[in-house]
């Protein structure tokens, strides 16, 4: 898989999150540690198909 960036906070008790690819799908977890447990489990379902419609997060160039 190698290193992908993510975004995370906390807030009311728990540890929340998101692939920087995959803004549109947020996991949780009670330890950071959870949260990144959780994270690595959702980027599977993204991108081994198992989520269907994942939004994906494009850049190009324009003149």
């Known amino acids: 898989m190698g290193k992908k960036k993510y975004?995370?906070?906390?807030?009311?008790?728990?540890?929340l999150g998101y692939?920087?690819?995959?803004?549109?799908?947020m996991t949780q977890g009670v330890t950071l540690e959870e949260l990144q447990t959780?994270?690595?489990d959702i980027y599977q379902d993204l991108t081994g198909g198992t989520i269907p419609c994942v939004r994906h997060v494009g850049e190009m160039e324009v003149a």
């Open 38 to 40: 959780n994270l690595k």
């Open 7 to 15: 975004i995370y906070f906390y807030d009311n008790g728990m540890w």
């Open 19 to 25: 692939w920087e690819d995959f803004p549109d799908y």
